[in-house]
């Protein structure tokens, strides 16, 4: 087994991490903030934004990704207007730019869904007290909906930012040479594809380890109510005769 | 029974005051089935109203309409003297017409529910500040003060920091009773609280709940116990099939049922 030269593609791949994550940060921010917008959309109860909703969700998530990225980077670009616009043409000329939106709008799609599920398993009890204590919409949504929502968004939205974690390699084939398009290059300068892909792959899954590390640990903290108590024989304790 | 409930109930229709809950012809339905049929009400300040009857009588839903958490088709509910205002909703049924009225009523009309309900996600001393501080706008020090004081109250201020489902069914009762007394409200409206309760926890939640009937709290109370309809409450109020059936001092409606209908649902429970 050649070690010098696993060390140095580790180094090489290893090097266009920064660019990878910048993929991804950017790509999950606005696509979270994408996704905020299409849920409150989709909850607010008017039929143009649940239709609107409906028909984004179907799109994005109805067809690849790389579709998308395709259709955006090289698409696009057709379009007199597109080329002529100020605001459009600086974005959808550059590959990082690109690869960004169409992750972003992308991912918006999967996350809109899971936050519709979660408002909608919020148990209907938790929000009729909040309701019956004379909460006003908004504290009822801050105090109490929104904080059950988030923690059973939580589990499906870590899977979706693995997701998208994967995803960010796509932008190889928009000339970005991120982690996968540096594997890509060592590769065909080398021709050897079992050493370069496998340090890829690695790097990749320890990325992923950490995310859902972290993940797993604000789920730990934000749900001490569903763990066994602080000190379980209080439990059984004799309970003080009342007044 | 303590005898100044008695006396409060006695004491009020004849004083002439403004009830502090008085509901009117209130209906309701469920798609075609009309589950209130024309109910009147009025409770007066200390009144402890049992509000009994088999299961589809509608009792529960009448306790909702009081608090809007039903809106009722038609009827009128008065708190303190206060109309709850409605309006015509665009699909014909009535909706409250000031949203902020409902919220200021509710504040006022603390409610303990047959599944607790407390808010799973924060400990029992949260639970009992969460409305006093955001609905009630109260300094928090001043809340949790009085929230330790009602847990100690109620027995479960070694519970404070503990989250509901830690808790047992009894303790989780009484840390929402707790809850809603946190609000001072001016009625208390108790929807069937021990029924989710194993038999030998249901006294614990019964003990409190005598113990605030006894200091003059006004209590609307849904429920299954007719040891408590009995001997707590100021008026019993048996409801069928979505009327009112029969209304009165408990003794008497105990000792001499006034209908048949009432008669069959006490030999009922008495097998």
């Known amino acids: 087994m050649d070690f010098d030269f696993y ?77 002529h616009s100020p605001i459009l043409w600086p974005i959808l000329r550059d590959p990082m730019y690109c690869t960004i939106v169409a992750m972003a709008l992308n991912t918006a799609a999967y996350e809109s869904e899971i936050f519709r599920g979660a408002l909608r398993a919020v148990p209907v009890g938790q929000i009729e007290a909040a309701k019956a204590f004379g909460m006003s919409a908004f504290t009822r949504f801050r105090l109490v909906t929104l904080p059950i929502a988030l923690r059973l ?50 790097i990749y899954l320890l990325l992923n380890l950490s995310i859902a590390r972290l993940f797993a640990w604000v789920e730990y903290r934000l749900s001490p109510h569903l763990r066994p108590p602080p000190e379980q024989s209080q439990l059984v304790k004799p309970i003080p005769e009342v007044l | ?115 607790f309900n407390l808010w799973s996600h924060m400990t029992v001393l949260e639970n009992l500040v969460a409305a006093p501080t955001h609905v009630l706008k109260r300094p928090r020090a001043e809340c949790l003060e009085q929230a330790e004081a009602l847990l100690k109250r109620v027995g479960i201020w070694e519970r404070r920091n503990y989250y509901p489902p830690h808790m047992s069914g009894g303790q989780q009762q009484r840390a929402a009773i707790a809850r809603a007394l946190a609000m001072n409200p001016k009625v208390m409206l108790f929807d069937e609280p021990t029924s989710a309760l194993d038999p030998e926890l249901v006294g614990e939640v019964l003990r409190v709940m005598r113990s605030l009937a006894e200091e003059g709290r006004t209590m609307l109370v849904v429920t299954h116990e007719m040891g408590f309809a009995r001997d707590v409450s100021s008026k019993v109020m048996f409801l069928h099939k979505g009327e009112v059936d029969s209304v009165g001092e408990p003794k008497e409606m105990f000792a001499r049922p006034p209908t048949p209908q009432f008669k069959q649902f006490i030999a009922n429970f008495n097998k």
């Open chain 2, 1 to 115: 029974m303590s005898a100044n409930v008695a006396a409060a109930s006695k004491a009020a229709p004849s004083s002439g005051e403004t009830p502090a809950i008085s509901v009117k012809d209130l209906r309701k339905c469920f798609g075609d089935h009309e589950v209130l049929k024309g109910i009147s009400l009025e409770a007066h300040k200390g009144d402890v109203i049992s509000i009994l009857g088999s299961s589809g009588s509608g009792k529960s839903t009448l306790l909702r309409c009081i608090n809007l958490l039903e809106i009722p088709d038609s009827g009128e509910v008065r708190v303190d003297g206060e109309l709850i205002k409605m309006k015509q909703g665009r699909d014909g049924h009535q909706i409250p017409a000031d949203t902020r009225q409902v919220e200021r009523i509710r504040a006022n009309l603390a409610m303990v529910f047959q599944s």
């Open chain 1, 7 to 83: 060390l140095s593609t580790m180094w090489s791949v290893l090097k266009a991490l920064p660019l990878t994550l910048e993929i991804w940060f950017f790509g999950i921010a606005f696509g979270l903030v994408i996704a905020t917008g299409l849920t409150w959309l989709r909850a607010s109860g008017y039929k143009l934004g649940e239709y609107f909703t409906r028909a984004y969700v179907f799109v994005f998530r109805g067809s690849p990704l790389l579709v998308q990225l395709y259709l955006i980077y090289f698409g696009l670009s057709q379009f007199d207007f597109v080329r």
């Open chain 1, 153 to 202: 968004a939580l589990p499906a939205y870590s899977t979706e930012i693995i997701l998208m974690t994967k995803a960010t390699a796509l932008a190889s084939v928009v000339t970005i040479m991120e982690m996968m398009g540096t594997a890509q290059k060592i590769q065909h300068d080398t021709f050897r594809p079992i050493e370069v892909l496998t340090c890829a792959g690695v």
